[in-house]
């Protein structure tokens, strides 16, 4: 099966390409210019591998939680390019696709996902790899003011766990005490790649949708934010 993963969710921008078993990807920081990368990259991909979207099987995109501005960037582009080629679409987890880059590059199998969501919070989730090794949430995602997060994860994650993510920088003399690995993490943004491996697992599982029904996780639900166009 042949499938495109596009994320803007955070300050990285990324697009993986995955045909004929073979993935073509790019991935770049580009803090506020999202909106002018992401289809560039994506024509990249699409001709370095001498296909078209309606060749594809299915569109996976970033759906959060991230930057508001950036989760509506790629699911407005997930939604646009899936209409326009007729594909169905699955959305996935940041947080979830730093947990699978940790266990893909890393091999680790316990990981804490911490996005610094700024005013004094993060985003996290707590994940193990399952039989299919695909990282697997162990509780709901959530928005937590650093100081709470090791009270949030006492009984979830009662020994330290291999650290992605920005927030682990970001609150460093609260969280620390979470991360079995040292200093910075080797992951601090979602990625594209692993996004591929997660949604294509979602698409065989029957879970695509059609593109009207992409929808955006924010997890922060205490701030005013307008949904997508048509969809108030």
């Known amino acids: 099966m042949n499938y495109l993963a596009i994320d ?5 921008c990324s697009v993986a390409l995955q045909v004929n078993d073979n993935v073509y990807s790019r991935y770049e920081l580009c803090p506020q210019s999202h909106s002018l990368r992401l289809l560039p990259m994506i024509d990249e991909l699409l001709k370095e591998a001498d296909v078209t979207l309606q060749q594809l099987d299915g569109l996976i995109f970033g759906q959060g939680p991230g930057s508001f501005t950036g989760v509506r960037i790629g699911v407005g582009v997930a939604q646009g390019l899936a209409f326009s080629a007729n594909l169905p679409v699955v959305g996935v987890s940041s947080l979830q696709a730093m947990a699978q880059s940790a266990f893909e590059q890393y091999q680790q199998k316990q990981v804490i996902a911490a996005i610094d969501a700024r005013m004094n919070e993060v985003y996290n989730g707590y994940f193990i790899v399952d039989d299919n090794n695909i990282m697997q949430a162990q509780c709901d995602e959530a928005v937590t003011p650093p100081e ?7 009984n979830i994650a009662p020994n330290a766990a ?3 993510g920005t927030g682990w920088d970001a609150y460093s003399a609260q969280l620390s005490v979470l991360k079995s690995n040292d200093g910075s993490p080797e992951i601090l943004f979602p990625n594209a790649v692993a996004m591929l491996t997660i949604g294509a697992a979602k698409f065989s599982q029957g879970l695509g949708v059609s593109a009207e029904e992409a929808q955006p996780v924010y997890v922060r639900d205490t701030v005013s934010w307008q949904k997508l166009p048509g969809r108030e």
Not at 148 to 154: D, S
């Open 148 to 154: 709470k997060l090791a009270q949030h994860f006492a």
């Open 8 to 12: 803007a969710s955070t300050e990285a």
């Open 162 to 164: 291999y650290g992605v």
